[in-house]
């Protein structure tokens, strides 16, 4: 295929020149004879990254490429790639930063299409598609509670079910739980955070989801705890609960909500919410002020792969937001730093278990979680994204009823 092959050595040529890249591209079908050719991006005795084209439908992905154009290429099989998971992840940023000024922004227009696909059918759909891969596929790069989000590493040595355990208890102390306390907890996964609440905490807990198997599962965790007295797990839509709350926590969830509708979102969480009681928010946010996607692609690949719907948005998006529902934010924190520690841990315990992974679900699927939790502690570690935890209460309360100091949420002994 003389034609492909010319256009592929005028690639090379171009990123030669201007990246000298430990990278390695091999074309499958190669000559007219029927051998693979090889191009090297950089001089080396040894590439890092080995890409292997296996069709002509890979070609327009590395001939002008993007986080989405490279990773549909490798999830639908129309490339391979040999090499470390970090060393792929930072050849392609290579690419597509170097390839920056072919990027297309997010439109307005896309961002107003996109607002528009939220309705409680496409949400349900959006989580069962994301959550119910399968229990045990989780649970094999999980810690063993199952947290699927955000860890809290408070020395930075913790392992992963240690600062999983942390990162409860320090929501947990954040909205002063006590016992006899009731607690919603939106989008409660596989129900760590409830038992924790009610075992070490004493409160009385209702857990909703809208995955059928992490509900199935958490109910099976609830039972076995012996807590089915004091924890109510819901298949239920956080728009349907009645009643209030004491306390009310939405870890993880809120991604999925839509960026016009956080101030319903938040309202609801304010009329669920007893008049001295506590919220806290933790949620991925975007970097970009104008609420826009994560660059280079990478977010619009996520929106097709991963989180259909999902819509990040600014911190002073969230603030806003919150304060339209009828909420007053009192502590806000970053986790970043944690967040991509998180995922590189999920990323690694991932890549140890690949041959098991791969036996667990299709191909495709292990190729898309393989990119995405790389690809997410890369984001997280590179400022493309973050991670707040946004403690508030009920607005328009005297402000005699707001603590002095937030001494409260180090000083305290969590389920002392």
Not at 10 to 19: D, G, I, K, T
Not at 138 to 167: I, N
Not at 216 to 221: D, I, M, S, V
Not at 278 to 286: D, E, K, V
Request: proline share 4%; glycine share 8%.
């Amino acid at each position: 295929m003389p034609t492909i092959d010319k256009a592929i050595d005028a690639w090379v040529q171009r990123w030669r020149q201007r990246l000298d890249l430990p990278l390695r591209v091999v074309w499958g079908t190669g000559n007219t004879d029927g051998a693979p050719r090889a191009w090297d991006l950089g001089r080396f005795d040894e590439p890092k990254v080995v890409i292997t084209v296996r069709d002509v439908a890979a070609l327009s992905a590395l001939l002008n490429p993007s986080l989405d154009s490279l990773g549909e290429a490798y999830v639908e099989g129309h490339l391979d790639v040999e090499g470390d998971i970090d060393d792929v992840l930072a050849m392609a940023h290579a690419l597509v930063r170097d390839n920056a000024a072919h990027q297309g922004s997010t439109t307005l227009l896309q961002r107003v299409v996109k607002g528009l696909k939220h309705n409680r059918k496409l949400d349900r759909e959006a989580i069962q598609y994301h959550y119910d891969v399968s229990n045990d596929f989780y649970a094999t790069w999980l810690d063993p509670a199952m947290v699927y989000s955000c860890a809290y590493f408070e020395h930075g040595d913790e392992d992963l079910a240690s600062a999983q355990r942390k990162k409860i208890d320090h929501i947990l102390t954040k909205i002063r739980l006590q016992p006899g306390h009731t607690l919603l907890d939106i989008g409660c996964g596989w129900g760590a955070l409830v038992l924790r609440a009610a075992q070490k905490f004493g409160a009385r807990c209702v857990g909703i989801t809208l995955s059928q198997a992490q509900y199935e599962l958490a109910r099976q965790r609830v039972a076995e705890a012996g807590l089915t007295d004091r924890i109510e797990i819901r298949l239920q839509d956080y728009r349907d609960v009645e009643g209030t709350f004491d306390r009310i926590t939405s870890v993880g969830m809120f991604e999925h909500v839509g960026l016009q509708h956080l101030p319903q979102y938040f309202r609801i969480i304010r009329d669920r919410l007893a008049p001295d009681g506590w919220a806290m928010n933790h949620g991925i946010t975007t970097t970009d002020a104008a609420d826009g996607e994560t660059p280079y692609g990478g977010g619009r690949f996520i929106d097709k792969y991963v989180f259909p719907h999902g819509e990040l948005p600014h911190i002073a998006t969230v603030l806003r937001t919150m304060q339209e529902g009828g909420l007053e934010a009192f502590d806000v924190e970053n986790l970043r730093r944690h967040y991509a520690r998180t995922l590189t841990l999920w990323s690694r315990n991932f890549e140890g278990q690949s041959q098991r992974l791969r036996g667990m679900v299709p191909e495709r699927i292990w190729r898309i979680w393989r990119v995405y939790l790389a690809g997410c502690a890369w984001a997280f570690e590179h400022d493309q994204i973050a991670l707040y935890q946004v403690l508030c209460r009920p607005a328009g309360r005297s402000a005699q009823e707001l603590p002095w100091s937030r001494r409260w949420i180090y000083d305290a002994q969590p389920g002392a």
